[in-house]
């Protein structure tokens, strides 16, 4: 067999994910997105609120992941483990998330039972109690949560690569927050953040599955219209002055295993050079599905010029669609018999390559492929679905995420060598070593 | 107003939509058509998994496995990459306890490239010699990372001991240190002649497929291998008569990681349902269970905290898992325990039951909805022999346990006394 093949039509003119959504607005101010999907009889069931640790300050950092932990822990109506037991037996799943930008819930269930998903979400959005003893337990269960991190070597090198290379923005503390905060947070600090930010009129419910949207438009309505909505904080985001300077860090700790890690300056979801920047970096580190991992990414820059040669035994990159701006991460794990430095030089090297020769037309057109499949692949799932519909809402819109290929595909090699000399430059990195006391 | 909810009727795979066909080398093909996205999951086992390696070169299989895919008489590895990456798609071959596991994912307008891919990989390897010195040292990197890593540690720990040194279950399938050092390119080469072959080997196609037209083209690649397998062989498993315990240290760590378990049984087991419902009752439903309402929501003590059961053609184990504080490593085993004792001594609830039973009915569904999931439940029907029926009666095997039966299992398979523990953490 030979290597020839063809690949026609890279580019699909419409995403599985777009069509037919409908995007309303309450008069409480209650965002509501709503995709009939007949695939399965399921229903999946989203609240999104625009907070997350990036509208957290000093002292409080974690607070938005501590809150989330919270809403589980009930309301008058669905006592503490309630929710566990009503959920599961319906044979739902459901889980929360909390990442820089938001804090999101889902309920994915049998299409009958949404109401269920529709009557916790709309009580737990105005009711939770926060019992003085629930918190104090869920204070060790986080802090363990935070044990775990610290457990893995990365964490920590990225924890303290972050908080370097950002010293400013909230972006620059960990989503579970500083150990200090954990250990003196105290009750009123959580439910004062509950009320500031959980209100209508700073979420988003979306709903994607086996349902009519306009009799499931009345249901909605029923259950989160007569909430009220609440001024809302206006949060000052201090922006990230410029950096001025590479900056180097390094930690110590256990084991034989060294990393390196680089943390440059990324731009924003909704800026110009944000679709350049995406393709840029599945050149180098191999494309990523939308919101989650990608597949292999043995055919990118970065394996063929560290691992293939012996010197990492992996080697990745990783930026995403953010609010502000945020880090674009390199990262290689420094294989036995070779040094931090080997590893780093290496990094730069496919770097400079970017930057003096671009990249070629074939390049072009495997990430646009790549992005096409990993969509087609994530549209599968209902529940993945309305993830995307919803992380979409809250950080750019309906729009950006309907366009997303069109703008992946319109990418010239120019945007992406110019992309390269602009943001990847070595006064703006930020190079973190985790040296193994044993390796 | 009319009902918001559209009536959806999705089928359960079962013997009227999955199209079998068996080639006369012993290879079968399952497909089964799922039409929702323009995509494609194969999903491969041939019978060459680890439990065939020699005890000091364990982790030989797995390597064999990621040898195929790293270059062919007619491509290199740098260029299988490049055809499989160009496309979106994905090419992975791992090395499982009997099985060599074969995946792929790729867009349907690109299946017959993928498929020819695969069957390059598992009949033509070329076995080169710089990518094999490669993929030993990151599986040595893996392994050396491993060894820092807590819950890594007390799994592969807790497995020795319930199995012994010498049962192949009782090791990694990626090896040791010394083991996989001690692997050479002809060891390779020769697992691949003795083990390597269609025999009772299975593909599993899932997606927007026509059923004719894979049959026919997986035919033209794989229906005149001839390559040969070993018979499957699960070698007996020597049981659990005294409490057996390790605790192994690892500087520099935040906290400690505890796998606690017993022997448990055969994935074709007749007490396998019951051991499921069980499980899910002492450590799954909602979150965690019995124990993760003990140890995480009522003590605080844990940021995961849960039960499973695993089987496979030999006896797996039913284990408990937390990652807890070093000062709290004991308080959390007896909690542990505790909820074990409770499962042995006390009948469940009537209500329990119900809720457990809802819940492994009704998630099926959402279990099923993608082509990953639904490819990896009709392999697992597939391999483990279990009936092309099984996922439709489901339903009626999960209803027909019963609370004694719950009480039954507990007081077969865990004893509070004689168990097995591996606890990795600092010292």
């Given at each position: 067999m030979g290597t020839e093949h063809t690949v026609a039509d890279t580019v699909a003119p419409t995403l599985a994910v777009v069509g037919d959504v409908t995007r309303t607005q309450l008069e409480n101010g209650l965002t509501v997105v709503l995709k009939e999907m007949h695939t399965a009889p399921v229903i999946s069931t989203w609240v999104w609120y625009r907070v997350g640790s990036r509208n957290e300050v000093p002292g409080k950092t974690g607070i938005s992941h501590w809150v989330e932990h919270m809403q589980f822990k009930g309301t008058p109506k669905y006592p503490t483990g309630t929710y566990d037991r009503l959920l599961s037996r319906e044979g739902g799943i459901f889980n929360a998330m909390t990442w820089f930008d938001y804090t999101a819930y889902f309920e994915t269930l049998p299409a009958n039972r949404v109401e269920l998903a529709l009557d916790i979400e709309s009580d737990r959005m105005v009711n939770s109690l926060y019992d003085p003893e629930e918190v104090e337990r869920e204070r060790t269960v986080i802090i363990s949560e935070r044990s775990m991190n610290e457990n893995r070597p990365t964490f920590l090198l990225a924890e303290e690569v972050q908080s370097t290379a950002l010293k400013v923005h909230p972006y620059r503390h960990e989503i579970i927050g500083w150990l200090a905060d954990l250990k003196t947070m105290t009750r009123d600090d959580l439910y004062t953040h509950y009320r500031r930010y959980y209100a209508p009129n700073n979420a988003v419910l979306v709903l994607v599955g086996a349902f009519h949207t306009q009799p499931m438009l009345e249901l909605v309505r029923r259950y989160f219209g007569d909430l009220d909505p609440r001024p809302l904080p206006r949060d000052v985001i201090p922006p990230e002055p410029p950096q001025r300077g590479e900056r180097r860090v390094e930690v110590h700790g256990g084991g034989d295993t060294h990393y390196v890690q680089m943390a440059f300056h990324a731009v924003p979801a909704t800026h110009e050079d944000f679709f350049p920047m995406i393709v840029l970096d599945a050149v180098l580190g191999g494309a990523k599905s939308f919101g989650g991992g990608g597949s292999s990414n043995r055919s990118s820059r970065l394996y063929r010029g560290l691992v293939a040669t012996g010197l990492a035994a992996d080697a990745d990159s990783w930026v995403g669609p953010m609010i502000d701006p945020y880090l674009w991460w390199f990262d290689a794990t420094v294989n036995e018999g070779h040094s931090h430095e080997e590893v780093e030089q290496a990094l730069w090297q496919e770097i400079q390559r970017v930057q003096e020769d671009g990249v070629s037309p074939e390049e072009l057109r495997k990430a646009v492929k790549q992005v096409r499949a990993h969509f087609v692949y994530g549209a599968q799932s209902i529940t993945n679905q309305a993830r995307w519909l919803g992380f979409a809402e809250v950080v750019t819109s309906q729009e950006w995420l309907a366009s997303y290929l069109e703008n992946v595909a319109a990418v010239t090699a120019e945007d992406v060598q110019r992309v390269a000399q602009t943001y990847l430059r070595r006064d703006q990195v930020t190079v973190g070593w985790y040296v193994a006391s044993t390796g | 107003m009319s009902t918001p909810i559209a009536v959806t009727e999705r089928a359960m795979p079962g013997p009227e939509t999955i199209t079998v066909h068996e080639y006369a080398n012993g290879l079968r093909l399952y497909i089964y058509e799922n039409h929702t996205v323009p995509a494609v999951v194969v999903d491969g086992s041939l019978l060459a998994g680890s439990v065939f390696d020699p005890r000091e070169k364990s982790?030989?299989?797995?390597?064999?496995?990621?040898?195929?895919?790293?270059?062919?008489?007619?491509?290199?590895?740098?260029?299988?990459?490049?055809?499989?990456?160009?496309?979106?798609?994905?090419?992975?071959?791992?090395?499982?306890?009997?099985?060599?596991?074969?995946?792929?994912?790729?867009?349907?307008?690109?299946?017959?490239?993928?498929?020819?891919?695969?069957?390059?990989?598992?009949?033509?390897?070329?076995?080169?010699?710089?990518?094999?010195?490669?993929?030993?040292?990151?599986?040595?990197?893996?392994?050396?990372?491993?060894?820092?890593?807590?819950?890594?540690?007390?799994?592969?720990?807790?497995?020795?001991?319930?199995?012994?040194?010498?049962?192949?279950?009782?090791?990694?399938?990626?090896?040791?240190?010394?083991?996989?050092?001690?692997?050479?390119?002809?060891?390779?080469?020769?697992?691949?002649?003795?083990?390597?072959?269609?025999?009772?080997?299975?593909?599993?196609?899932?997606?927007?497929?026509?059923?004719?037209?894979?049959?026919?083209?997986?035919?033209?690649?794989?229906?005149?291998?001839?390559?040969?397998?070993?018979?499957?062989?699960?070698?007996?498993?020597?049981?659990?008569?005294?409490?057996?315990?390790?605790?192994?240290?690892?500087?520099?760590?935040?906290?400690?990681?505890?796998?606690?378990?017993?022997?448990?049984?055969?994935?074709?087991?007749?007490?396998?349902?019951?051991?499921?419902?069980?499980?899910?009752?002492?450590?799954?439903?909602?979150?965690?269970?019995?124990?993760?309402?003990?140890?995480?929501?009522?003590?605080?003590?844990?940021?995961?905290?849960?039960?499973?059961?695993?089987?496979?053609?030999?006896?797996?184990?039913?284990?408990?898992?937390?990652?807890?504080?070093?000062?709290?490593?004991?308080?959390?085993?007896?909690?542990?325990?505790?909820?074990?004792?409770?499962?042995?001594?006390?009948?469940?609830?009537?209500?329990?039951?119900?809720?457990?039973?809802?819940?492994?009915?009704?998630?099926?569904?959402?279990?099923?909805?993608?082509?990953?999931?639904?490819?990896?439940?009709?392999?697992?029907?597939?391999?483990?022999?279990?009936?092309?029926?099984?996922?439709?009666?489901?339903?009626?095997?999960?209803?027909?346990?019963?609370?004694?039966?719950?009480?039954?299992?507990?007081?077969?398979?865990?004893?509070?006394?004689?168990?097995?523990?591996?606890?990795?953490?600092?010292?």
């Open positions: - | 982790g030989l299989a797995a390597m064999t496995a990621g040898m195929l895919r790293r270059g062919t008489r007619a491509h290199t590895f740098d260029e299988l990459n490049e055809i499989i990456e160009s496309v979106g798609a994905a090419i992975e071959i791992g090395g499982g306890r009997h099985a060599l596991d074969l995946y792929a994912n790729c867009l349907s307008e690109d299946l017959s490239l993928i498929l020819h891919v695969l069957a390059e990989m598992v009949r033509e390897p070329a076995f080169p010699e710089k990518e094999f010195q490669r993929l030993k040292q990151q599986t040595l990197t893996r392994i050396q990372e491993r060894e820092h890593d807590t819950r890594s540690m007390a799994f592969i720990t807790f497995r020795r001991l319930l199995y012994g040194d010498d049962h192949p279950y009782g090791r990694p399938v990626t090896g040791l240190r010394e083991t996989v050092e001690a692997i050479t390119l002809a060891d390779v080469r020769e697992f691949y002649r003795q083990h390597v072959g269609p025999q009772r080997g299975q593909l599993v196609v899932v997606g927007d497929v026509d059923p004719a037209v894979v049959i026919e083209e997986v035919g033209n690649l794989l229906a005149d291998w001839q390559g040969t397998s070993l018979p499957l062989t699960v070698p007996p498993v020597p049981p659990v008569e005294m409490r057996r315990e390790e605790r192994v240290s690892i500087p520099d760590k935040t906290q400690s990681d505890i796998v606690l378990g017993w022997l448990g049984i055969p994935r074709k087991h007749p007490d396998w349902t019951p051991m499921v419902v069980a499980n899910t009752i002492w450590g799954q439903f909602g979150m965690g269970g019995r124990i993760g309402d003990s140890v995480r929501e009522k003590q605080g003590l844990a940021y995961y905290a849960y039960g499973s059961v695993d089987g496979n053609f030999g006896p797996g184990a039913w284990t408990a898992t937390a990652g807890v504080a070093p000062q709290n490593v004991d308080r959390a085993i007896a909690s542990i325990l505790a909820e074990a004792r409770r499962l042995r001594d006390e009948p469940v609830t009537p209500e329990e039951l119900a809720d457990v039973q809802t819940f492994l009915i009704g998630s099926l569904p959402i279990r099923l909805e993608t082509n990953e999931g639904l490819a990896s439940a009709i392999a697992d029907m597939a391999w483990y022999d279990l009936g092309l029926d099984y996922l439709q009666k489901t339903e009626e095997r999960v209803r027909a346990v019963t609370v004694e039966d719950v009480q039954r299992v507990a007081r077969a398979y865990m004893d509070p006394e004689t168990y097995v523990l591996a606890v990795a953490g600092p010292a």
